[in-house]
Structures are given as structure tokens and as C-alpha cells.
């Protein structure tokens, strides 16, 4: 599997622009499920990319190639879908070195349309990790485990852990260690922090 654009050095991590072609940036995902330079892997289902802008030294996407919105389209029709990119995001990781290990998750209220599956590996090694918020989206229950969405729609129909409103004050909390659970003052310090965690890990 070609790994090759994971080092993210020099990358513009500008988000928030409007697509080339027309269209607004939330809709950049469907575009980029077609990027030969993204892809990954894909199957008949679904589509698994390198994240354009990522938040960890790996990070993927993983997409389905019917048109799902987001987690609450999601119905029980969808089950063997959500359990067939948890099993690819699985198969994924699986091939990757990774000291610091991976999630695999959704966001409870993601700014991109398309459902989409994140595996990010736990070192947020990336300068466009930027802001409080890209953190909180990550390392607190704003991200969602794949489990846990599962295992709603086995269980409901759908998907029972969203709160909007609650969603958008979590993103505000103050920035905390996702290993030790230290508070820490502003992003620089942050990733300094967790770059003393990651050489224990790698040492020990």
C-alpha cells in the first residue's frame, strides 16, 4: 500500500476554502473520494482516503459511496455498511506502525458533508492541528467511537448519541492531555506536552 504524502510538513492546512470548481468547502469530501492522489483503497461500498488536511501523522477517511449525509440519515439499513468501514478501518490500521496506537471514530457533528469514518493514529503529529477545536473534536466525546455508533443502530434504528448543543460547548472545553488529563494553556504547549509522552512510549 503506497504511504507516500503522510508526512504533512509544508502542507496548507487552510480548511475552510471554497472548492476550485464551484460548490462550497463542506462539500469538498465528495470531491476528494475521487482524487487518485487521496485514495487509498476502495470497493464496491466504499472509499478510503488519506485526510487532506490531517490532525495526526496518519489519518484516514473512510467514506461510503452511497450518498449518506451524516450520522443522523443513518437507519438500520445502514448496519452492514457501518460494520463493513469499521472492518476496513480495522484491516487498515492494522498495516501501519504506530507507537502511539489508533482510533476510529466519528464526529457527533461533522462540519463536511458525507458520512465519513475517521482512523487517526494518537500522536497528533501534524501541523495543521491548529486549534482548540480540531483538538476537542478528537480527544473528547465529540468524537464518537465506531462501536458506539454501531451499536446504537443495532439497538435503535439509529444513532442516539447526538446533542448538538451540547456538541458545541464540548468543543470549547480548555485543552487537556488526552493521555494524563493535564490542562495545558495553548496549542504550542499542547503538542510540546504530548511530544514528551510520545518519547516514553518510544523508549520504554
Known amino acids: 500500500m503506497n504511504r507516500k504524502g503522510d508526512d504533512n510538513g509544508g502542507k496548507d492546512c487552510s480548511e475552510k ?3 476550485k470548481v464551484g460548490g462550497h468547502w463542506s462539500q469538498g469530501l465528495k470531491a476528494s473520494m475521487h482524487d487518485p492522489s487521496l ?3 476502495q470497493d464496491e461500498l466504499i472509499v478510503i482516503i488519506k485526510d487532506k488536511y490531517p490532525k495526526a501523522k496518519h489519518h484516514y477517511l ?7 449525509r451524516n450520522l443522523k440519515a443513518l437507519n438500520i439499513d445502514h448496519l452492514s455498511l457501518l460494520k463493513h468501514m469499521q472492518d476496513e478501518a480495522k484491516k487498515l490500521i492494522n498495516g501501519i506502525e504506530s507507537p502511539s496506537g489508533f482510533k476510529i471514530g466519528y464526529h457527533a457533528v461533522p462540519s463536511m458533508s458525507q458520512l465519513h469514518l475517521h ?4 500522536d497528533f503529529d501534524s501541523p495543521c492541528l491548529k486549534t482548540k477545536t480540531h483538538w476537542n473534536a ?4 465529540y468524537f464518537i467511537d465506531s462501536e458506539d455508533v454501531i451499536r446504537d443502530v443495532e439497538k435503535y434504528g439509529k444513532v442516539c448519541c447526538i446533542d448538538e448543543r451540547s456538541a458545541k460547548e464540548i468543543l470549547k472545553k480548555d485543552l487537556r492531555c488526552h493521555i494524563c488529563n493535564e490542562s495545558l494553556k495553548n496549542m504550542p504547549k499542547l503538542k510540546e506536552h504530548i511530544l514528551v509522552h510520545m518519547g516514553k512510549k518510544n523508549n520504554s
Open 119 to 122: 482512523a487517526i493514529s494518537q
Open 39 to 41: 485514495i487509498v483503497k
Open 17 to 19: 476554502k471554497k472548492m
Open 138 to 141: 478528537f480527544t473528547t466525546e
Open 62 to 68: 473512510i467514506l461510503p459511496k452511497a450518498d449518506v
